[in-house]
């Protein structure tokens, strides 16, 4: 076998160990060590890398951010900031047709704003709006399925821990990133709203109105939702005006939603040691899994397989937005078995190259965030989508009562406004951009 | 083919170095082994880990070839460092010449595990502040600069700055929004990272001495070179020494140009301080060059040997 | 390894499985304080960057003493990257022990709870292996910072130090994972899986 077939091969063993529950960061460490030794014939050259490519990856300054935004989101849910942000959303959303599903996605995208993990978003949600959903009867399939959606705009809007692995791998800056997906995000919340507006116009049985909330009730509820405003602001704003480094962003909104869960008096030792432990549990996950994912790309890159896949497609003839699509066609397929995260790791290092090397018009820059972004909301609808959606599975596991057939029947006008909104983003790129281009 | 050579380093492929000196030196040595010396060249960091652990990839065999600096690994090469110390260098291409002279002298010993090609020095660094820019030491009080290795950062402290340290690619980010106000690095780094559209002004001194400069190797692993015949190591040999480092400071220095034409073109300020302003800057970064004589001192080292030798190396390259 | 005794035989299916559940508390306290330790470490960071972008923003702002002093807690960027190191090391033992690593588990949900059992068993025996190579290997990597007396760039603070603190938790991880080996067998000859 030559180096490229080793490569190719290497893709289907990878697969099968993830189909047969190996975890996925370990299966792409084990392929990488293995792929490497053939590839080179040595043991030495992955053997040697391993003595500081661990403390390479696990020191990466960049990375920090994600245990960092992870304790923030911890404290957040910690400290009740679901209940301000469904009662604010509630007291102007609630009184319509399907009011508190909108509610519901509406405080989700507030939670989004303060948290960088969609599990996070949508079980935090859940516990906060399922109860409200079912007292007014809403069916099961909507309640479930406007959650499960509602919970990706934890990380649809900034700041996003699948964000900050992709520009890590793709060297972008993490600001520009974040700033492109504001836009893309709101479109999300607006296009869930809209769809459950609909869907109670075609199923009025599956909710019930509630009553309107007074103007003083409004302006209550307002203000008990100044603590998450703000930190939003400090966390996204001071990181836009220069105030401080991502990194650093992540810290100050630790400190900020630590403080808020404090005061809330949630926070003695055995609730800080809840929130310590849960941290430490997506950490080690998420490093395993990059960390696997840093070994493997070794291995491609010593089997040259990024630089043979872009000359291929460069010889095939396809056309760029082709080659675009059948990217994210890919993503939509592997988000049917696969997280998030594990599929940005996984193919990043080898789709984006290729994509660099194509002409859309654009400057590489732009491309690149394009790109990003194009990538993140294509692999969070893998969250939502049947049979493997790790957003379903949350909401579906917070209600007992409802079948996951349902949940799954819930979902699907969800994707189907999702995939008209990737459709809507590939095609005018703009959306994307218009932020980031007014940062110059 | 008797070998090929995985060249891995840090930068993306375009830079003037890669582009203009590790992959043309690549084709020269495949040429002249009638193409028995093939190479892969592996920009950006592709065969994984951070770019300190460089050294210790083409020790070990993870890589054939490198290129790097050895300030990525503080303390570890503390010879390297008589380089790097305040208004030591002129231009790159006779200060890597020197280079070579000094590492020949006193350097083999650090750079034992590895077969150097090529040592180096990049041309005269200069500040890049934001704002009316440093025409004083004065000016430089308090300022936030960002430096890229142990000694300079010392130096910054010692002038009066407060050194923040940074990861490269946080520079323009940083510098964009204002989280340090100024950053020192030569011409050819401000082009990539596009500095000159992030500041207003830069500052470099009178005489013939820049403010500081790095030094970088550019190295073979032993066995590697130990496994080829004599023929083809000749060929290795004749591609190593002091041309060859003449040759990178040489790209080092016309990789300045397209930095400082950015910057006129943008109508940045250039300040040029005069004999007298520059005189006090030496003299206010004399304790950092002491403090590294003691240094070497209590490791047993001659460091005021090795400092003059630098010192006069330079200078007679210079004068040439 | 202890022979299983006559009366774990008489209870339970398994390799000591009083034994194993004794042992696996012991292993699961060690990893949860190991976590706590690190995630006690990341408050730390979070305090010193909030501290840190406070003296930053006042630089310059005052020209008397001692507040014209006031700075970046200097090496910040320096200490975030050692202790997330430590941290994110001192996390994986607990990781492994709560079953936190991400699987996928759709194609497997028909099996029965002993074959589920053997499929764990596969990966807790595959994920042992790695963590001991890696624990190994971060360990030679160790001794290398330790010999070259290499430090960080600002503070000159020696790189072993966060090295060190990293191999405690990964030889701690091998540990935790060899253990989960055992849970697993145990699992298998009970016939289901644990929480
Ligand atoms: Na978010
Ligand atoms: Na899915």
Redesign the pocket.
Same mark, same amino acid.
């Given at each position: 076998m030559d180096r490229l077939e080793i490569a190719l091969v290497s893709i289907p063993v990878l697969l099968g160990m993830i189909f047969v529950r190996v975890p996925i960061g370990l299966a792409m460490l084990l392929c990488g060590i293995g792929g490497t030794v053939l590839v080179t014939g040595r043991w030495v050259p992955i053997m040697a890398s391993l003595k500081s490519l661990t403390y390479d990856v696990i020191s990466n300054h960049s990375l920090s951010i994600v245990p960092l935004f992870l304790l923030m989101g911890q404290f957040a849910t910690k400290g009740g900031m679901s209940e301000s942000l469904f009662r604010a959303a509630a007291a102007f959303l609630g009184h319509r047709r399907g009011g508190v599903a909108m509610a519901g996605i509406g405080a989700c995208a507030g939670f989004g704003a303060i948290c960088g993990s969609s599990l996070a978003t949508a079980a935090t949600m859940a516990q906060v709006a399922l109860p409200e959903m079912r007292r007014y009867g809403y069916s099961g399939a909507l309640s479930t399925g406007s959650l499960a959606a509602g919970g990706t705009l934890g990380i649809l809007i900034p700041p996003s821990i699948v964000l900050v692995i992709y520009a890590i791998l793709a060297e972008q800056n993490i600001v520009k990133m974040f700033i492109a997906a504001i836009i893309p995000g709101i479109m999300a919340a607006v296009g869930f709203m809209l769809v459950v507006a609909v869907y109670v116009r075609v199923n009025p049985a599956s909710a019930e109105t509630r009553e309107r909330v007074d103007f003083r009730g409004r302006v209550r509820a307002v203000v008990d939702v100044w603590p998450v405003a703000l930190i939003f602001l400090l966390v996204i704003g001071g990181i836009y005006v220069g105030w401080f480094t991502p990194t650093e962003a992540a810290a100050v909104g630790a400190a900020g939603t630590g403080i808020l869960a404090l005061r809330s008096g949630e926070l003695d030792w055995k609730g800080l040691k809840d929130c310590l432990l849960a941290t430490a549990v997506s950490t080690a996950m998420i490093y395993f899994i990059v960390f696997g994912a840093q070994v493997y790309n070794t291995f491609l890159a010593f089997a040259q397989l990024p630089q043979t896949s872009a000359e291929w497609v460069a010889a095939s003839g396809f056309s760029p937005w082709m080659v675009l699509v059948l990217i994210l066609v890919a993503y939509l397929l592997f $988000?049917? *078995? =696969?997280?998030s995260l594990s599929m940005i790791l996984l193919t990043v290092p080898i789709f984006f190259p290729l994509i660099m090397t194509l002409d859309f018009g654009m400057s590489p820059e732009e491309t690149a965030i394009w790109f990003g972004i194009l990538v993140l909301v294509t692999v969070e609808l $893998?969250? *939502?989508?049947?049979? *493997?959606? =790790?957003n379903i599975f949350i909401i579906n596991s917070l209600a007992p009562d409802i079948p996951l057939t349902e949940t799954y029947r819930g979902v699907v006008p969800f994707l189907i406004a999702e995939i008209i909104r990737i459709a809507l983003l590939a095609a005018i790129p703009a959306i994307i951009l218009f932020l980031p281009r007014m940062m110059q | 083919q008797d070998a090929v050579l995985k060249i891995h380093q840090f930068l993306p492929a375009p830079a003037p170095v890669p582009k203009n000196f590790i992959v043309p030196w690549a084709e020269k040595v495949k040429e002249e082994s009638g193409g028995r010396i093939d190479y892969e060249f592996y920009p950006s960091m592709q065969l994984g880990g951070a770019p300190p652990a460089l050294y210790d990839q083409v020790r070990d065999g993870v890589a054939d070839v490198i290129w790097t600096l050895p300030g990525y690994t503080p303390g570890r090469f503390p010879g390297t460092e008589a380089f790097e110390l305040p208004f030591m260098p002129t231009n790159a291409e006779a200060t890597s010449q020197a280079a070579w002279d000094y590492y020949e002298k006193y350097l083999q010993d650090e750079f034992e595990d590895v077969k150097v090609i090529a040592v180096h020095t990049h041309g005269p660094g200069l500040i890049h502040a934001k704002g009316d820019g440093v025409e004083s030491l004065e000016d430089l009080q308090g300022m936030k600069l960002r430096g890229p290795t142990r000694m300079v950062n010392k130096m910054l402290e010692s002038l009066g700055a407060t050194p923040v340290g940074m990861p490269v690619p946080a520079v323009p980010e940083s510098l964009s929004k204002g989280v340090i106000d100024g950053t020192v690095i030569p011409w050819e780094v401000t082009a990539p990272l596009k500095v000159a559209e992030l500041v207003d002004s830069h500052t470099s001194f009178s005489g013939d001495r820049g403010f500081y400069t790095s030094f970088f190797i550019f190295a073979m692993n032993k066995d590697t070179y130990d496994a080829l015949p004599d023929d083809l190591k000749k060929v290795i040999d004749d591609n190593s020494g002091r041309e060859t480092s003449k040759w990178v400071g040489r790209v080092m220095d016309e990789g300045d140009a397209p930095g400082l034409k950015i910057a006129t073109e943008r109508g940045n300020k250039m300040i040029v301080l005069d004999e007298a302003e520059t005189a006090r800057w030496k003299e206010a970064a004399q304790p950092v060059i002491d403090g590294w004589i003691a240094e070497m001192n209590e490791k047993g080292m001659d460091g005021q040997a090795m400092y003059d030798d630098a010192k006069a190396m330079i200078e007679q390259y210079s004068s040439n | 390894m202890s022979m299983p005794t006559a009366s774990d035989q008489m209870h339970e299916p398994g390799l000591s499985p009083e034994l194993e559940s004794r042992i696996g508390r012991i292993v699961g306290a060690v990893a949860a304080f190991l976590a706590v330790a690190g995630g006690l470490l990341l408050l730390f960071l979070v305090a010193m960057t909030v501290i840190s972008i406070t003296g930053r923003a006042f630089v310059g702002v005052f020209h008397f003493a001692p507040l014209n002093r006031l700075g970046p807690v200097p090496g910040d960027f320096e200490m975030v990257s050692a202790g997330c190191a430590v941290a994110v090391c001192a996390f994986l033992p607990w990781c492994q022990y709560r079953r936190g690593h991400v699987t996928v588990d759709v194609f497997i949900t028909p099996l029965s709870g002993r074959w589920k059992a053997v499929l764990s068993l596969v990966g807790n025996v595959l994920m042992t292996v790695a963590a001991v190579l890696i624990a190994w290997r971060m360990q030679l990597g160790l001794a290398d910072k330790l010999s070259y007396n290499e430090t960080t760039m600002i503070l000159e603070m020696p790189v072993w130090y966060g090295y060190a603190g990293a191999v405690v938790g990964l030889w701690v991880f091998a540990l935790t994972s060899l253990y989960t080996v055992w849970r697993s067998i145990n699992e298998i000859a009970a016939g289901r899986e644990g929480p």
């Open positions: $988000g049917c *078995v =696969m997280d $893998g969250l *939502v989508t049947p049979p *493997v959606g =790790m | - | -």
